[in-house]
């Protein structure tokens, strides 16, 4: 009997360890792939427009790579176990997350002025520009990514009673990601009905709004896998 409770406990383990680990790869990505196209513009004097234009850089392997691994740690992601009834789950959402940024990956927009001479397209692309759909699909599907990590962060992290001031300043930080999330890509979606991204080009906007928004949701991936417990415990301080 000791035995058999001992192996359950185990296993019981194993899975939340299992969890943590996925994400806490999320969260890593998350970080990974806008520090590493900031430390390209430092080298190379010149910061990419966009986080997507890396495709058109020397970036393209590490921009494809990071989409691609998490879409894969997405689509592994099974989360909780959903109520009776319940329409947004855990497992349901990853999988929406998951397709949408492989399309992110491999139908990239259009690339305007960045592209190489001679640069050719992917499959995807192609076929998405007979249509004349490749920008659209590529910005849908971003903007399909991001919206299903702010329901993750406003409504799928934040389920649960609240036991204790760390669960309290938990949710304080998935809302205040998810709301900043929301913000940046909204901020995106108004710069290109505008045209303001073309008169602010220099700044970079798109780039820095877009940065925003993933370490946004990086953040409430990596304090959710328990690995911000310092951040978790200093906002809990605050009340």
């Given at each position: ?5 001992g192996?359950?406990q ?9 969890f ?7 969260g890593?990505?998350?970080?990974f ?5 900031l430390?390209?513009g430092l080298?190379?004097g010149d ?12 970036m393209?392997?590490?921009f ?11 689509w592994s992601?099974e989360g ?19 397709v949408?940024?492989?399309?992110v990956?491999?139908v990239?927009t ?11 397209c992917t499959?995807?692309q ?6 004349g ?12 990514f991001?919206?299903a ?8 992290f ?14 304080r930080?998935y809302r ?5 999330i ?6 995106i979606g108004?710069?290109?009905?505008t045209?303001?991204d073309?008169?602010?080009a220099?700044?970079?906007p798109?780039?820095?709004l877009?940065?925003?928004a ?7 991936w990596?304090v ?8 978790v ?5 605050l009340r």
């Open positions: 009997m000791t035995d058999d409770h192996i359950s185990k296993a019981h383990n194993d899975l939340v360890l299992s943590l680990a996925v994400r806490r790869a999320i890593a990505l998350g970080f792939l806008p520090l590493a196209l430390a390209y080298l190379s910061l990419l427009p966009s986080i997507s234009a890396a495709y058109y850089s020397p393209r392997e590490i494809v790579g990071s989409l691609i691994a998490q879409a894969v740690f997405l992601y909780f176990r959903p109520d009776a009834g319940d329409l947004v789950t855990d497992k349901g959402t990853a999988r929406v997350a998951a949408a940024i492989a399309l990956a491999l990239p259009g690339p305007d002025a960045v592209q190489p001479q001679g640069a050719g499959l995807l192609c076929l998405a520009d007979r249509a759909l490749s920008s659209l699909v590529h910005l849908g599907a971003a903007a399909v991001f919206g990590l702010a329901v993750y962060c406003l409504v799928l934040t389920k649960g009673a609240v036991d204790g001031p760390e669960k309290a300043a938990s949710n930080i205040l990601c998810g709301w900043t929301i913000a940046s890509i909204g901020l108004v710069m290109f009905a045209g303001l073309d008169r602010l220099g700044l970079r798109v780039f820095w877009e940065t925003i993933t370490f946004a949701f990086a953040t409430s990596m959710k896998g328990d690995a911000l417990r310092p951040l415990r200093g906002v809990a301080a």
